[in-house]
């Protein structure tokens, strides 16, 4: 009975956190060496010895660059945009 109950938490627990890990990660970005000066496309930052040049990136290779998402057009104005200025 209780190895029944340690899977049905196990399989509980990866239904609900599964989703939440399985989230894309945020764009690449190109960092280049302090000393050296070697340029590198990287996700995070690597340690103090590099500086965060452009980005983010869509591609591994730092070649598209990844776009904000527009604004959504469908919602309501914001009711203190519609009061008269003073």
């Known amino acids: 009975m209780k190895l029944i109950a340690a899977f049905a938490f196990a399989l509980g627990t990866a239904l609900i956190c599964g ?3 399985s989230q894309p990660t ?3 970005y190109l ?3 302090k000393d050296n000066g070697k340029i590198v496309c990287f996700q ?4 103090s010895d590099w500086d965060r040049l452009s980005g983010p990136f869509r ?3 730092c070649k598209i660059e990844q776009k904000p998402k527009p604004a959504r057009g469908d ?3 914001n009711p203190l945009d519609l009061a008269p200025r003073k």
């Open 19 to 21: 989703p939440a890990l």
């Open 59 to 61: 591609d591994a290779e």
């Open 31 to 33: 960092f280049k060496h």
């Open 75 to 77: 919602l309501p104005a």
């Open 26 to 28: 945020g764009g690449f």
């Open 44 to 47: 995070q930052v690597i340690n």
